[in-house]
């Protein structure tokens, strides 16, 4: 089974400074893991997602994450916070061969102070 | 073209009504999703079709049932809801597999009185 922890419900960040949302996973196949943001009202979008390869992912509007196997993490970062990266953030893990199961995080909403 | 649209974006039903939901895509694509999501919670996978067959079903109710007419269109059967199946449902497409992106659609509203 595949399971995804993400710590915090809700994380507030200055404008300017380091965004952290800390995700944790544990499955018993290699994962594949996957960070989505919500925006009020809106459908899911990917930010980034890690399969295999380098262990440190690029996405877009600035976000990385870097899969660690040894504590089984998959952290999502952004080097200075913009007033537009306010929403629900989701992590989230498959690895099912031949299947399309999304294991979710509980999601963490991040909130940005001027 | 990565677009999922969903109709409609809102939809009011009462416990004794027959709605549809409908989702499109033509990126391609040959899995696709629905989803329910309650306020403040994560999506629930409901049913997933893989080259348009049933291929997961989450032990959803009955009064829930799924359609894929085609490789492009997805439809979700509503009848004799509850209030508690109020909430946000999504449709996404993938390529297939479980590495794959998938795609979310911007999801319609419902609310059963």
């Known amino acids: 089974a595949q399971s995804v922890t993400q710590l915090g419900s809700h994380v507030s960040v200055s404008e300017g400074a380091l965004v952290l949302l800390r995700c944790n996973y544990s499955?018993?196949?290699?994962?594949?893991l996957f960070w989505y943001v919500q925006y009020p009202n809106q459908g899911l979008q990917l930010l980034l997602k890690?399969?295999?390869?380098?262990?440190l992912v690029k996405g877009i509007n600035g976000f990385e994450a870097e899969f660690k196997k040894s504590e089984t993490s998959f952290h999502l970062t952004k080097p200075s916070a913009h007033m537009s990266d306010a929403a629900e953030y989701f992590c989230?893990?498959?690895?099912?061969?031949?299947?399309?199961?999304?294991?979710f995080g509980q999601g963490t909403r991040l909130t940005i102070n001027p | 073209d990565t677009e999922v649209t969903q109709t409609p974006k809102h939809l009011v039903m009462g416990m004794t009504n027959k709605k549809s939901l409908k989702c499109e895509q033509h990126?391609?694509?040959?899995?696709m999703y629905w989803y329910k999501q309650k306020a403040k919670k994560p999506p629930e996978l409901m049913f997933v079709?893989?080259?348009?067959?049933?291929?997961i079903n989450e032990s959803v109710p009955s009064r829930f049932s799924p359609e894929c007419p085609n490789s492009s269109l997805l439809n979700l059967h509503l009848h004799a809801l509850q209030p508690e199946d109020s909430a946000l449902y999504l449709c996404?497409?993938?390529?297939?597999?479980?590495?794959?992106?998938?795609?979310f659609g911007p999801g319609t509203r419902l609310l059963v009185l």
């Open positions: 990126m391609g694509h040959r899995a």
């Open positions: 996404a497409s993938s390529v297939q597999g479980a590495m794959e992106t998938q795609y």
């Open positions: 890690y399969t295999t390869g380098a262990t």
């Open positions: 989230a893990v498959s690895g099912f061969q031949g299947a399309q199961k999304l294991v």
């Open positions: 079709y893989s080259y348009e067959k049933l291929s």
């Open positions: 499955s018993s196949v290699p994962p594949y």
